[in-house]
């Protein structure tokens, strides 16, 4: 009766203790230092939004332990990526994602598979602009198409990071309007955008494309002009003033949307934690002061959402890179 009696207990506590580790696993939160990876150089947007995200996290304490961004430029994206490679199944690392691995991945400039990292939020879309020098003789989108048809050589496009990323595709499809020989087009490519935006205040390069809140203290300051914005709409605030392609009988609208992988491996408590973090932030004031601050355009998606959207914007961005010559 006894041995009964003790053999049931023991169940009972295994019981109670396999409960316990259930509800740990269910519940996952980090337990050290949190990591967003940047894969450009510090000044570009996705420096900027990776640091915004971090400043809300900690001023709204949406996360118990201490969060470092980090920059790792390089290989289109690459570099940033084969770090995360090396952490599978450890969420506390997170890399911001932009069209450019996407596009690495299509032209078989990433070797590794790209699929196999974890969706975990898509915040922003960012539209993309085109600036030159304040004394440029290019004054108006249409100066800049005039001269692409006439000889696409001629004009200088600096982007970053990468070659076939959007801000690649956004000067195609400009140059396509006017059936300029895109992929005679000249791509100079900077490692942070802040650099191309400098380059072209200097006259280094023609034009610079880059997202709006990356160029406007230079706008501001009178050493770039915006020559057109490469979205449906005009702009809110500062940019207001500024045509869209679309205005100007240019039919170019394209746009960077931007948000967070993880590495390979990670579980659905993992996955499932980050989802109600980012989904927490996107509703605080902090968050909705910097999107209207950068003049961003809020696309939040779950990681669920995100991932259906990272195969369906793979299926677009292959479609136009196969037209560039860029598809290996």
């Not at 990433?110 to 699929?115: D, I, P, R, W």
């Amino acid at each position: 009766m006894l041995s009964t009696l003790f053999t049931t207990l023991l169940r009972a506590a295994a019981l109670c203790a396999l409960a316990m580790n259930v509800a740990y696993a269910a519940d996952w939160k980090p337990d050290r230092i949190i990591e967003l990876v940047v894969p450009t150089g510090p000044g570009s947007g996705v420096d900027a939004s990776a640091r915004t995200v971090q400043q809300i996290f900690q001023s709204n304490k949406l996360v118990e332990q201490a969060i470092n961004t980090t920059n790792k430029p390089g290989g289109n994206y690459g570099i940033a990526m084969n770090y995360l490679a090396q952490h599978n199944g450890d969420a506390h690392k997170l890399m911001v994602q932009t069209t450019t691995p996407l596009t690495a991945a299509i032209q078989g400039q990433l070797k590794l598979n790209y699929f196999e990292f974890t969706p975990i939020v898509n915040l922003i879309s960012e539209p993309i602009a085109f600036v030159v020098a304040a004394n440029s003789p290019i004054k108006t989108a249409r100066d800049l198409t005039a001269k692409l048809k006439a000889d696409p050589e001629s004009v200088s496009i600096a982007l970053s990071a990468a070659r076939g990323n959007a801000f690649h595709i956004t000067a195609a499809l400009v140059g396509r309007s006017v059936q300029a020989d895109i992929k005679k087009l000249k791509i100079v490519v900077f490692t942070a955008s802040s650099d191309g935006v400098i380059a072209a205040a200097g006259g280094h390069v023609d034009v610079m494309a880059a997202t709006p809140a990356t160029v406007m203290p230079l706008v501001q300051a009178g050493k770039v002009r915006i020559i057109g914005i490469a979205s449906n709409t005009r702009l809110k605030g500062n940019a207001a003033s500024v045509p869209t392609f679309k205005e100007q009988g240019i039919d170019a609208v394209f746009d960077v949307p931007r948000g967070f992988i993880g590495p390979r491996g990670l579980s659905a408590d993992q996955v499932r934690y980050w989802d109600v973090i980012f989904a927490r932030m996107v509703k605080s004031d902090d968050w909705k002061q910097a999107v209207e601050k950068n003049q961003w355009v809020e696309q939040y998606m779950n990681s669920a959402d995100f991932g259906r959207e990272l195969r369906r914007q793979h299926g677009i961005l292959k479609d136009v890179l196969s037209e560039l010559g860029m598809v290996q």
